[in-house]
C-alpha cells in the first residue's frame, strides 16, 4: 500500500522509475534490523534441516538480519517486484520452469535497475545504493511484505496481488542510504489464503506445511536444481515432470489464475534453442561443449550439466549419454 506523497515527490519519482524498469510493484520500507521474530523462525527452519543442503543458507545470519550490515548507513530498502509471466498464449515448456526460460533474471534485473539507481544518486546527491538480485543474503519476500508489495502464501512465496500478478515473480532490492517514506504491509485480517490449500495438496513431494513452511528435501525444483548427489532419492519421480524446477505449486494458485495487466519483460521471453528442446533425451545426450551453447546467459547454469543428465534420465529419457566432461 502506498504511502500518502505526491506524484512529484522522490519517492513517487523513484517509484515511478521502478516501473519503468519493468517492476510491476515497487515499495519502500524501513532499513531496520529484521528483529527477533524473523530470526528465530530463520533459526528454526536451519536448524529442522529444511534448508537441504543448501549450507550457504547458513551463513551470513548477521548480514541477513540487518540491511545497514550490507550498506553501512543503509535507510531505506526499495523493494521491487518483476513478474516472469508468459506472454499471453506462449506455450508452457515441458523440460524448464517458466522462471528459467529466458535470458538470466540476475543479469536482466541489474541493467533494468541502473537508472532506478541513478535518479536516487541525482535525487540524493552523495546517497549510497546497493542493489540485492537473489544472491545477497537478505531476506527478499520479507522486505517484500513490509514494502507493501504482498504476502507469504501457503506456498511459502510471495505473492503480489496487484495488477493480478501473483508468484511468477522475481524480487530485487535496493538498498540505499536515501531516506523515503515507508509504505504500508498490506494488511488481513485473516490468513490471505483464506481456506485455500490447492498448493499443498498439488506439491508431487509433500514439501509445504499448513503453516507455510517450506521443506527443500521434499521439493523437485531443490532436487533438479540445487541437489548435487549423482542419484536423486528414490522417491523423486520426474516423470512427465520439469527435469529442472517445478511450477506445480504455483500453477495450482488461484492468485496466479487472475488476468495480469503488468509489463512483460522482452529478455524473459522463452529463448528459441530452449524452446526446441522438446524431451529428456534431449537433454541427456547434451555433451559439454553444446551445454555451454544452449545454456549461456540462463539461469539453467545453475545446474550442472551431469546434475542436468541426471534429471533427464530420471525423467525418463532412455538415451545412453555420452560420458559427461566435468563442466564449470
Ligand atoms: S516447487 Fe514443486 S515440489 Fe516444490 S513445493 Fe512447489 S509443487 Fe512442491
Ligand atoms: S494455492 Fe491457495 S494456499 Fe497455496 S498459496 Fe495460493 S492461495 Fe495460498
Known amino acids: 500500500m502506498k504511502a500518502m506523497t505526491s506524484h512529484n515527490s522522490p519517492s513517487e519519482l523513484i517509484r515511478s522509475a521502478g516501473l519503468e524498469a519493468g517492476a510491476c510493484a515497487v515499495g519502500f ?135 493480478g500478478a501473483g508468484s511468477r515473480v522475481f524480487l530485487a532490492e535496493i538498498i540505499t542510504t536515501a531516506l523515503l517514506p515507508p509504505d504500508v504491509p498490506l494488511s488481513f485480517a485473516t490468513h490471505p489464503c483464506g481456506d485455500c490449500r490447492l498448493c499443498l495438496d498439488a506439491c508431487p513431494g509433500g514439501a509445504l506445511d499448513c503453516d507455510g513452511a517450506f521443506d527443500a528435501r521434499r521439493c523437485y525444483s531443490y532436487h533438479t536444481i540445487e541437489n548435487r548427489d549423482t542419484e536423486l532419492p528414490a522417491a523423486v519421480n520426474l516423470r512427465g515432470r520439469r527435469i529442472y524446477g517445478c511450477d506445480i505449486c504455483q500453477d495450482a494458485c488461484p492468485f496466479n489464475r487472475q488476468e495480469y495487466i503488468g509489463p512483460c519483460i522482452p529478455e524473459f521471453a522463452p529463448r528459441p534453442q530452449l524452446t526446441a528442446l522438446k524431451k529428456a533425451a534431449d537433454v541427456a545426450s547434451l555433451d559439454h561443449a553444446r551445454y555451454l551453447e544452449l545454456f549461456r546467459g540462463s539461469a539453467i547454469r545453475r545446474a550442472k550439466l551431469p546434475q542436468l543428465i541426471r534429471n533427464a534420465l530420471r525423467g525418463g529419457a532412455s538415451t545412453s549419454p555420452a560420458a559427461p566432461e566435468e563442466s564449470e
Open 29 to 163: 520500507a524501513e532499513a531496520l534490523p529484521t528483529g527477533p521474530e524473523s530470526a528465530r523462525l530463520y533459526a528454526e527452519w536451519l536448524e529442522q534441516g529444511r534448508h537441504a543442503s543448501m549450507a550457504y543458507l547458513e551463513k551470513y545470519q548477521e548480514l541477513r538480519s540487518d540491511p545497514a550490515t550490507l550498506l553501512e548507513g543503509a535507510r531505506t530498502v526499495v523493494s521491487l517486484a518483476f513478474s516472469y509471466r508468459l506472454p499471453h498464449g506462449a506455450p508452457r515448456h515441458p523440460l524448464f520452469a517458466d522462471y528459467a526460460l529466458g535470458e538470466d533474471y540476475h543479469d536482466v534485473l541489474r541493467r533494468r535497475l541502473e537508472p532506478v539507481c541513478a535518479l536516487i544518486s541525482k535525487l540524493f546527491p552523495g546517497a549510497a545504493t546497493r542493489v540485492c538480485v537473489d544472491t545477497a543474503p537478505i531476506h527478499e519476500r520479507l522486505w517484500a511484505v513490509r514494502a507493501g508489495l504482498g504476502f507469504i502464501g501457503r506456498n511459502s512465496m510471495l505473492i503480489v496481488p496487484s495488477r
